[in-house]
């Protein structure tokens, strides 16, 4: 497992990672896969919009990434880092790759499927369990979204006063 030191440096990088996506127009979320060494294999921003893919998310690219780079999908003992909790779809392509560790930084009570809404982590359905580790620079991801939506919404509002 990656050092509390390393994850915070990892974080950070996401963090800035996540914010260009957000310049891009995509929600801001980044994430990267660490292996055994704590080498990056694999990393990912919001590509949804921008590629028109439903499955453009940050985790699952940096796993397509991660696994052309080792040419294997199994991730036992990698740590996967990302700036918001993972969605279900995303938890369960990480239970199907085997990672071993998900360290996230903003929480998301409302879709968050390692904890926030449900845990599929833990669901005894899941065939593989990982170490979860939420809060991670949790406090400036949260903001950080926050702002993003923010601006998005007071963008729609102008939009809409142009238009009428």
């Known amino acids: 497992m990656v050092s509390d030191a390393n994850s915070l440096l990892w974080m950070d990088r996401l963090l800035r990672l996540s914010e260009a996506a957000g310049t891009r127009g995509e929600v801001p979320v980044a994430a990267a896969l660490l292996d055994e060494a704590g ?29 052309a780079t080792r040419g294997d999908w199994r ?37 968050g499927a390692l904890g926030g809404s449900l845990d599929l982590a833990s669901h005894p359905s899941a065939h593989h369990h990982m170490v979860v580790k939420g809060g991670v620079r949790g406090e400036r991801a949260a903001q950080q979204l926050e702002n993003w939506f923010r601006l998005r919404r007071l963008a729609r509002q102008v939009d809409g006063l142009k238009q009428a």
Request: aromatic share 4%; glycine share 10%; charged share 20%.
């Open 75 to 111: 991730f036992n003992g990698c740590t996967l880092l990302v700036t918001l909790e993972p969605c279900p779809m995303c938890a369960g392509a990480l239970i199907q790759a085997r990672v071993g560790t998900v360290i996230y930084a903003a929480a998301d009570p409302k879709r």
């Open 39 to 67: 080498r990056c294999v694999g990393w990912g921003s919001n590509r949804r919009h921008l590629r028109a893919d439903p499955l453009g998310h940050a985790e699952l690219l940096a796993l397509r990434r991660a696994a």
